[in-house]
């Protein structure tokens, strides 16, 4: 399979001089899902804006199936693109039936297919709709929501599905959950994803690849399974961070372990 998305040499400096982007060249497969980590700043939101131009890059070329996107229909972009954020940005006075079939009142389709439509993909993301259709936004939870955002960002079959921290304001269980749903979807409709997440169990679970940024820089590119044996310094950095409470944790039974066996004499 050939690259969905490529960023050839891709730069972004504010209109201040901050460099976010630093000459970034890299291929996302089709079909596949890369997920993006680095700390706050890094610039993984920046480079996922450049794909459907809500930023344009001061450098380099962005191209989506081949083609610059600084040269395609901004509309028409967009449309061929899913957009998940954490706030899931539902508007609040529409029904969730209409919220997720918004792509597709835009594109004139009757309320009929609408209708249609929306029930099939609230149905895949595990919403039934005689419960939740009629519903407003303010009527769900955190992570009905999310489904609900993700259905919208399905709507129109976009091929690609850019994802920026989408889950990461939902509790621990519940953010499993959309985990598991999210890569049952994926698996079954062979988007290409690129997903901005903090969370290094989240790009395990998730990604195909892993991308790590640092201050602008692309610093690794790789599969889980190397991303978690590199000794490169960041990398391992990373990891260790991630890894601080189950080593604490792991430290706390060996201690009690020791204490036990020696009647708890200090």
């Known amino acids: 399979m050939g690259a969905a998305i490529e960023f050839r040499n891709v730069s972004f400096k504010t209109p201040q001089g901050r460099l976010l982007l630093d000459g970034i060249s890299l291929a996302l497969e089709e079909g596949t899902t890369t997920a993006i980590l680095g700390r706050s700043g890094s610039g993984k939101t920046t480079l996922l804006r450049t794909v459907n131009r809500m930023l344009e890059p001061t450098d380099g070329q962005v191209l989506v199936d081949g083609h610059d996107v600084a040269t395609a229909d901004l509309i ?13 940005g539902l508007f609040p006075h529409f029904t969730v039936e209409r919220n997720v079939g918004l792509v597709l009142e835009a594109q004139g389709l009757p309320r009929e297919e609408r209708r249609r439509r929306s029930e099939l993909l609230l149905a895949a993301v595990g919403l039934d709709t005689a419960t939740f259709a009629s519903r407003y936004p303010n009527q769900l939870s955190g992570g009905q929501r999310q489904r609900v955002g993700l259905a919208r960002a399905l709507a129109a079959e976009p091929g690609i599905l850019l994802m920026d ?3 990461g304001a939902l509790d621990p269980l519940t953010r499993a959950e ?8 994926m698996s ?3 988007k290409t994803v690129l997903l901005v997440t903090h969370d290094l169990d989240e790009a395990l679970y998730l990604g195909d690849r892993i991308v790590l940024l640092s201050e602008g820089k692309l610093i690794a590119s790789l599969t889980p ?9 960041e990398i391992v950095a990373y990891v260790r961070a991630f890894h601080r409470g189950e080593r604490n944790a792991q430290g706390e039974h060996k201690g009690q372990d020791e204490r036990a066996a020696t009647g708890g004499a200090a």
Not at 76 to 88: D, H, N, P, S
Not at 225 to 233: C, H
């Open 165 to 167: 921290e989408p889950f």
């Open 188 to 190: 079954r409709l062979k």
């Open 225 to 233: 399974e190397e991303f978690m044996q590199s000794q490169q310094a």
């Open 76 to 88: 028409a972009l967009r449309r061929g693109m899913g957009y998940v954020i954490q706030e899931t």
């Open 178 to 185: 959309m985990q598991d749903m999210l890569r049952g979807l």
